[in-house]
């Protein structure tokens, strides 16, 4: 079993706070970490693919960095807005397989 | 902007009986998947599919379970005898090279009574 650890579990800010969240993950076989952004009633929408130490990503308001070796990625949201809602998965892909292993997700609400 | 599309959205069934649910995933992608989701729990692999058979399978799949390409566009995962722990939600997901983003289908809410 793959522990893929999120947190925190729920988060609720106001419209305009930054925010970050954590994923940590099994350091050994490591391939890729998955961010994806799932809102309620759709379908998960991959937000980034990482795979090299010190990895970092950026779309938009949204960013992402990666630690390899002590297994970790943070996501960060600047400037949250209430469309920024919704759970964030991560996803850790071994390199021995092709099976995603996700986290239970950190679930975020942002009020006007 | 092409998508992964899930059939039915929800799906009621007694326990028992066999159900098949259906996907199309993104025509030129080449790999696989099912994920099912427990309410309340983590989203869960099932099986991932390239080149007409199975690439790797999880212990939930048991021989109870069963996946099918049948015509070059539908994808089909199929419960011989549903169970009362097989309710979930169930995800499709496809990608072009088995190591990029997976692209997820809205999933089918798999409800057995």
Known sequence: ILNVEQSPQSLHVQEGDSTNFTCSFPSSNFYALHWYRWETAKSPEALFVMTLNGDEKKKGRISATLNTKEGYSYLYIKGSQPEDSATYLCAYHSNSGYALNFGKGTSLLVTP | ??????????????????????????????????????????????????????????????????????????????????????????????DSGGRGPQHFGDGTRLSIL
């Open chain 2, 1 to 94: 902007e092409p998508e992964v599309t899930q059939t039915p959205s929800h799906q009621v069934t007694q326990m028992g009986q066999e159900v098949i649910l259906r996907c199309v995933p993104i025509s030129n992608h080449l790999y696989f998947y099912w994920y099912r989701q427990i309410l309340g729990q983590k989203v869960e692999f099932l099986v991932s599919f390239y080149n007409n058979e199975i690439s790797e399978k999880s212990e939930i799949f048991d021989d109870q379970f069963s996946v099918e390409r049948p015509d070059g566009s539908n994808f089909t995962l199929k419960i011989r005898s549903t169970k009362l722990e097989d309710s979930a939600m169930y995800f499709c997901a496809s």
